[in-house]
């Protein structure tokens, strides 16, 4: 069988597509960071100040709750 396709009539393959996806999102992210280092690196202290209370939230949710404190005995009311 012959394949009666042209070169410029075949789509690229799917591995060919995010290789080239890939290679754009890193120019576009060095260029990014080329402009804008100063930028990010002076929010910095600011995003990890603002990370606190997020990991408060987010981590500290199976604690219990409000209730009393009554369970530091070692046993459990249920």
């Known amino acids: 069988m012959n394949d009666e396709k042209g ?12 290789l080239m996806a890939a290679l ?6 060095f260029l990014l960071w080329e402009e804008h280092r100063v930028h990010l690196l002076g929010a910095l202290p600011w ?20 209730g009393g404190h009554d369970n530091h005995k070692g046993g459990r009311d249920e």
């Open 47 to 66: 995003v990890i100040l603002l990370a606190c209370p997020l990991m408060h939230v987010f981590m500290h949710g199976g604690h219990g709750g409000h």
């Open 7 to 18: 070169w410029l009539e075949r789509g690229p393959s799917k591995g060919t597509f995010w």
């Open 24 to 29: 754009a999102l890193a120019v576009m992210g």
